[in-house]
């Protein structure tokens, strides 16, 4: 069964511009979540998605925003990007489990600069 | 608030040798999922091993084990015979019901020829 996969893997952004990330589910896996990672913060979460709809956020500004396709694809946007957006952003997918999430599997990332 | 802590933020080994790795975490849930996630240099996010709150034997994985004490909310991975190819960032985990993961801030551990 393939894994998560994230594209593109690599991105060079100014800062202003927008981005979007997108993340393909493990098949059968209908929840996906969205992680920053950096080296002062560590992973942070930002928002997880459960048949199209969000379900949780966590404490990022208005500019992070995402979405989830009915075939559980999701995508991820930032707009207005500022030097801080660098980071590495994972994507994990996991099955409902009695209506929760299950174990989380994540994608290889993609990683983000802003200049 | 639901807190995860790893206090050792960097750990050296010798190839073959246990090491074990300490996390803490607090949360006032009863029910709840613990992890291990490695990740080595390539970043790619792999689990080690998962328990689940309700079950009072501790996971194993292979070479992988964990010591997992509710009540004194403890959740240490021992890793036993250590390989060159453990060398990674490791970071504990906890899943509530509400389904955000907390992420300690990892340790980085070395595994040495």
């Known amino acids: 069964k393939a894994g998560v996969t994230q594209t593109p893997r690599y991105l060079i952004k100014t800062r202003g511009q927008q981005v979007t990330l997108s993340c393909s589910p493990i098949s059968g896996h209908r929840s996906v979540s969205w992680y920053q990672q950096t080296p002062g913060q560590g992973l942070q979460f930002l928002f997880e998605y459960f048949s199209e709809t969000q379900r949780n956020k966590g404490n990022f500004p208005g500019r992070f925003s995402g979405r989830q396709f009915s075939n559980s694809r999701s995508e991820m946007n930032v707009s207005t990007l500022e030097l801080g957006d660098s980071a590495l952003y994972l994507c994990?997918?996991?099955?409902?489990?009695?209506?929760?999430?299950?174990?989380?599997?994540f994608g290889p990332g993609t990683r983000l600069t802003v200049l | 608030a639901q807190t995860v802590t790893q206090s050792q933020p960097e750990m050296s080994v010798q190839e073959a040798e246990t090491v074990t790795l300490s996390c803490t975490y607090d949360t006032s849930e009863s029910n709840y999922y613990l992890f291990w996630y490695k990740q080595p240099p390539s970043r790619q996010m792999i689990l080690v091993i998962r328990?689940?709150?309700?079950?009072?034997q501790n996971a194993t994985e292979n070479r992988f084990s964990v010591n997992f004490q509710k009540a004194a909310k403890s959740f240490s991975l021992k890793i036993s015979d250590s390989q060159l190819g453990d060398t990674a960032m490791y970071f504990c985990a906890l899943l509530n019901r509400d389904d955000k993961i907390i992420f300690g801030k990892g340790t980085r551990l070395h595994i040495l020829p």
């Open positions: 328990q689940e709150a309700y079950k009072q």
């Open positions: 994990a997918s996991s099955k409902i489990s009695g209506g929760a999430v299950d174990t989380q599997y």
